[in-house]
């Protein structure tokens, strides 16, 4: 099983950047897709959560209408675009998977770093 992230990087207040994940080793069409972000000194939080089929996605209050994501079940990978970027949106983004059937199957990425500096 691997997550693996790209897209990171330096960007300017009001910039954007889109990440995407690549996930191999398991069926990624099963699986609940999110968007986890943790900032130093702090606890790793949801940004953004969609079901397998992009029927259902959930934001967190502080990117609502900014960031977008969304997932290409053909390609086994999961997208977040971010526009109008912050300085606080600065953080590791981790890719994870989640499916709950009889035992709940939860796969992390290693994260890509996103700075947002003046």
């Known amino acids: 099983v691997q997550l693996v992230e790209s897209g990171g990087g330096l960007v300017s207040p009001g910039g954007s950047l889109r990440l995407s994940c690549l996930a191999s080793?398991?069926?990624?069409?099963?699986?609940?897709m999110s968007w986890y972000r943790q900032a130093p000194g702090k606890e790793r939080e949801l940004v953004a959560r969609?079901?397998?089929?992009?029927?259902?996605?959930n934001y967190a209050d502080s990117v609502k209408g900014r960031f977008a994501i969304s997932r290409a079940n053909a390609r086994n990978t999961v997208y977040l675009q971010m526009n109008s970027l912050k300085p606080e949106d600065t953080a590791v983004y981790y890719c994870?998977?989640?499916?709950?059937?009889?035992?709940?199957?939860?796969?992390w990425g290693r994260g890509t770093q996103v700075t947002v500096f003046s």
């Open positions: 994870n998977a989640l499916w709950s059937a009889n035992v709940q199957y939860n796969h």
């Open positions: 080793g398991f069926t990624f069409s099963n699986y609940v």
């Open positions: 969609i079901d397998s089929f992009g029927a259902s996605i």
